[in-house]
């Protein structure tokens, strides 16, 4: 996940918003209203960096703010493929840069909340909208007249007397819709459009499975002692997470990578290990232990969906495509750069378990 949903906001407001939506809680989750003046969307914020407004931002604002702000953003895109005025850089790239203005507002907030305090609402939104935004995102980048303006501009660029930032955004522009696939035939464009909107729903299907894992996948013990090493504040704090959940003694739930902080301070071995475990393969639980969160299948429809992407795009595999407009550019430079790591990595790793293993060998089998 990483989503389909723009991510174009303005860096400080979306770190504002990120703040903010912590604080403000999730929201109503009352059914979506027609869009209107009362949509706290509607109009631009006034907040300082038009951070938006999370305090008046209910979940059910959402669907129909996107749904108006992709409708709206079509009517734009529409006029500027259709204008019959020659192809020029304010009637089509800045003109490009103006349009979509509704659908930041309702992205920046959205994809904050979403990160920060999703909840099944928000997860409910992401569904249903994110094969929307990609159809639509599609529509743009495949469209073949609004390409040809931005082609015939392109080619023109060295005779336009451009200031840097403008033959910046010219070759952007156009580098980014060729390596969308604008390029392409008619019938390669359908099935391409095709691809774009399956990987949508995948993603979304294996965040949300992502994130049901997660949650699934806390450690529980009613056994305190197995809790050694952790403040009490600490301890405290599972004891209430427990209690969120209905179940009895202590919960210290999975945080979003393995590393999980707990570690750091447990000295019970096999309570580690368990968390170790718990963490690793939260995703993989197949059979009788989960099998509704694991997210291997879909893992593997997306590489075959990837790989058939990048074929068709002209690409050897997805990671060629990927990279071609990076600063590594092909498979093989990354693979450089991360051999040359090797050695010194190596060489902490062994380090590090080294004086892990000492520590063990003083420790007993019981702590660290």
């Known amino acids: 996940m990483r989503t389909a949903i723009s991510r174009s906001a303005a860096s400080a407001a979306r770190i504002i918003a990120v703040a903010i939506v912590l604080v403000a809680g999730a929201g109503s989750q009352t059914p979506a209203p027609v869009f209107g003046p009362s949509n706290p969307f509607y109009a631009p914020s006034t907040l300082p960096f038009q951070a938006p407004p999370f305090d008046k931002i209910k979940d059910s604002d959402y669907q129909p703010a996107f749904d108006a702000a992709i409708a709206e953003r079509a009517k734009e895109i529409d006029a500027i493929a259709n204008n019959p005025a020659s192809p020029d850089f304010d009637n089509t790239l800045v003109a490009m840069e103006k349009s979509g203005q509704l659908l930041r507002r309702v992205s920046a907030a959205f994809n904050a909340t979403e990160e920060a305090n999703s909840n099944p609402a928000i ?177 593997a429809q997306l590489a075959k969906l990837r790989a058939e992407k990048a074929k068709l795009l002209g690409y050897a595999d997805f990671a060629a495509w990927q990279l071609e407009d990076t600063m590594a550019k092909t498979p093989d430079a990354v693979m450089r750069f991360l051999d040359a790591l090797v050695p010194a990595a190596t060489a902490k790793a062994n380090g590090e378990a080294q004086d892990i293993q000492a520590v063990n060998q003083r420790s007993g089998p019981t702590s660290s």
């Not at 909208?129 to 931005?150: S, Y």
């Open 123 to 299: 997860q409910k939104v992401q569904e249903i909208e994110t094969p929307k935004l990609t159809a639509a995102g599609d529509a743009i980048t495949l469209n073949a007249k609004l390409f040809a303006r931005i082609q015939a501009i392109y080619r023109q660029r060295d005779a336009l007397s451009l200031d840097a930032e403008s033959r910046r955004l010219v070759e952007r522009t156009y580098t980014r819709f060729t390596h969308a696939g604008a390029g392409l035939a008619d019938a390669d464009k359908t099935r391409l459009k095709q691809i774009n909107e399956q990987l949508s729903v995948l993603s979304t299907t294996f965040r949300r499975k992502l994130l049901a894992a997660t949650r699934a996948s806390a450690f529980s013990t009613t056994d305190k002692a197995a809790l050694a090493g952790l403040s009490e504040g600490q301890i405290a704090a599972a004891e209430q997470a427990a209690k969120a959940r209905n179940v009895p003694g202590y919960v210290l739930p999975m945080q979003n990578t393995t590393q999980q902080p707990a570690l750091l301070s447990l000295t019970n071995r096999a309570t580690r290990q368990a968390i170790f475990d718990l963490g690793w393969a939260r995703a993989e639980r197949g059979g009788d232990r989960g099998a509704e969160n694991d997210t291997r299948e879909t893992i």
